[in-house]
């Protein structure tokens, strides 16, 4: 057991709907009987911390944002029994007991006794930080974008200190989200079709995962061309521009480049409900499979019904069906070995106090990722 005391830290916090980000101090409490109180080395922004900024799903503020991101362990709750100070772990946002119906199950990984929640607290219905005496929410269970943290150990992944760990990160959610997509969820077959609608962080690992499971056609849809040498980078094939022919549809486009059938997989990356449907029509009939993966701000969507009904299969997944205690272990080694691309996703690293500068550069069209760092890297290299 560690014995410790609140700590006053930097992090970034939303004050209200569509509110600007602030780098706050905040108190950030010992952790409880489960838990871990992480000091975070490395955070990166995510399309999900803007979904929450607005107040969507649920209008919980003030908030901490992050949840992407790599730590070591400061200290530990007495019941913890799996990690030790200094260890080096990813917060997670789904948990795995290993025993319960879903976690015994090969169709699902969203955990019944450790569930997936967006109410901001931990799982015992409270807080572990603060702002100048009022409770701040969590994002999920996570809130990395934090010099410290608190996490349920049921929450938490540990990381072999031999990993990149400015790329660990990544693997919290996006990336291994589209990565497990594909290889986990739908395991695309070898030979077989791909299209990818939308080519950031979720998108590229989706590449990355029908890439290694041999698919032979992987084609990414973007808008911003500079997705194209990225994708390419990635194993991606083929790539559409739905602004270079504005007459035609997406699902037109990809049926071009497929001899007018279609793909076997397709996977949309980018929450705009819209593109479900293009989805569904960009693949084959009868057999046709679509995941949703990106996070969309509506509650509820359009779908073409025929689509749908000549035989296609939609389905959603949260972090691409992959469990985080038995199963991103595995996408961890095959990052450490250099099996899959994800150094190919960081392309901005900024200190926590430049979070304007790394927000601006998130809309640049040449970034993918943008690491603001709580403390500097010579910090994390003297952890070792």
């Given at each position: 057991?560690?014995i410790?005391?609140?700590?006053?830290?930097?992090?970034?916090?939303?004050?209200?709907?569509?509110?600007?980000?602030?780098?706050?101090e905040?108190?950030?409490?010992?952790?409880?009987?489960?838990?871990?109180?992480?000091?975070?080395?490395?955070?990166?922004?995510?399309?999900?911390?803007?979904?929450?900024?607005?107040?969507?799903p649920?209008?919980?503020?003030?908030?901490?944002?992050?949840?992407?991101?790599?730590?070591?362990?400061?200290?530990?709750g007495?019941?913890?029994?799996?990690?030790?100070?200094?260890?080096?772990?990813?917060?997670?946002?789904?948990g795995?007991?290993?025993?319960?119906?879903?976690?015994?199950?090969?169709?699902?990984?969203?955990?019944?006794?450790?569930?997936?929640?967006?109410?901001?607290?931990m799982?015992?219905?409270?807080?572990?930080?603060?702002?100048r005496?009022?409770?701040?929410?969590?994002?999920?269970?996570?809130?990395?974008?934090?010099?410290?943290?608190?996490?349920?150990a049921?929450y938490?992944?540990?990381?072999?200190?031999?990993?990149?760990?400015?790329?660990?990160?990544?693997?919290s959610?996006?990336?291994?989200?589209?990565?497990?997509?594909?290889?986990k969820?739908?395991?695309?077959?070898?030979?077989?079709?791909?299209?990818?609608?939308?080519?950031g962080?979720?998108?590229?690992?989706?590449?990355?995962g029908?890439?290694?499971q041999?698919?032979?056609?992987?084609?990414?849809?973007?808008?911003?061309?500079?997705?194209?040498?990225?994708?390419?980078?990635?194993?991606?094939?083929?790539?559409?521009?739905?602004?270079d022919?504005?007459?035609?549809?997406?699902?037109?486009?990809?049926?071009?480049?497929?001899?007018?059938?279609?793909?076997?997989?397709?996977?949309?990356c980018?929450?705009?409900?819209?593109?479900?449907?293009?989805?569904?029509?960009?693949?084959?009939l009868?057999?046709?499979?679509v995941?949703?993966?990106?996070?969309?701000?509506?509650?509820?969507?359009p779908?073409?019904?025929?689509?749908i009904?000549?035989?296609?299969?939609?389905?959603g997944?949260i972090?691409?069906?992959?469990?985080?205690?038995?199963?991103?272990?595995?996408?961890?080694?095959?990052?450490?070995?250099?099996?899959?691309?994800?150094?190919?996703?960081?392309?901005?690293?900024?200190?926590?106090?430049?979070?304007?500068?790394?927000?601006?550069l998130?809309?640049?069209?040449?970034c993918?990722?943008?690491?603001?760092?709580?403390?500097?890297?010579?910090?994390?290299?003297?952890?070792?």
């Amino acid at each position: 057991m560690s014995i410790s005391q609140a700590i006053t830290c930097k992090a970034v916090v939303c004050w209200g709907k569509g509110e600007p980000w602030k780098v706050e101090e905040i108190q950030v409490e010992p952790p409880k009987a489960t838990e871990v109180r992480v000091k975070m080395l490395y955070a990166s922004i995510c399309h999900t911390d803007f979904l929450f900024s607005t107040g969507f799903p649920l209008p919980l503020f003030p908030r901490v944002l992050g949840h992407e991101g790599v730590g070591v362990v400061e200290s530990v709750g007495d019941e913890v029994k799996e990690f030790k100070e200094g260890d080096i772990v990813i917060p997670t946002y789904i948990g795995e007991c290993k025993k319960c119906e879903n976690c015994t199950s090969e169709m699902a990984n969203l955990c019944l006794k450790h569930p997936f929640t967006i109410n901001g607290l931990m799982p015992d219905g409270s807080s572990r930080m603060s702002i100048r005496g009022q409770k701040l929410y969590h994002l999920f269970t996570c809130s990395t974008m934090a010099e410290y943290t608190v996490v349920d150990a049921n929450y938490a992944v540990k990381v072999d200190p031999g990993i990149d760990l400015s790329l660990a990160g990544f693997l919290s959610c996006g990336y291994s989200s589209g990565f497990g997509a594909a290889w986990k969820e739908f395991k695309v077959e070898k030979g077989s079709s791909v299209a990818v609608f939308g080519l950031g962080a979720v998108g590229l690992g989706v590449v990355d995962g029908a890439r290694i499971q041999g698919a032979a056609k992987i084609i990414g849809i973007d808008k911003n061309p500079y997705r194209k040498d990225k994708g390419e980078a990635f194993g991606m094939t083929d790539f559409i521009n739905p602004d270079d022919e504005p007459n035609k549809s997406i699902s037109e486009l990809v049926k071009e480049m497929t001899h007018g059938t279609g793909v076997d997989y397709g996977f949309e990356c980018t929450g705009v409900t819209s593109l479900l449907s293009e989805a569904l029509e960009a693949t084959k009939l009868g057999k046709g499979k679509v995941m949703a993966i990106g996070a969309a701000m509506e509650d509820k969507v359009p779908l073409n019904f025929l689509a749908i009904a000549l035989g296609r299969n939609l389905k959603g997944t949260i972090f691409g069906g992959i469990k985080t205690k038995s199963e991103l272990p595995i996408i961890l080694d095959k990052c450490k070995n250099k099996q899959l691309q994800v150094d190919q996703l960081l392309t901005h690293q900024v200190m926590l106090e430049d979070l304007d500068e790394a927000i601006k550069l998130l809309k640049q069209p040449d970034c993918v990722k943008c690491i603001p760092i709580p403390i500097t890297i010579g910090q994390v290299n003297n952890l070792f």
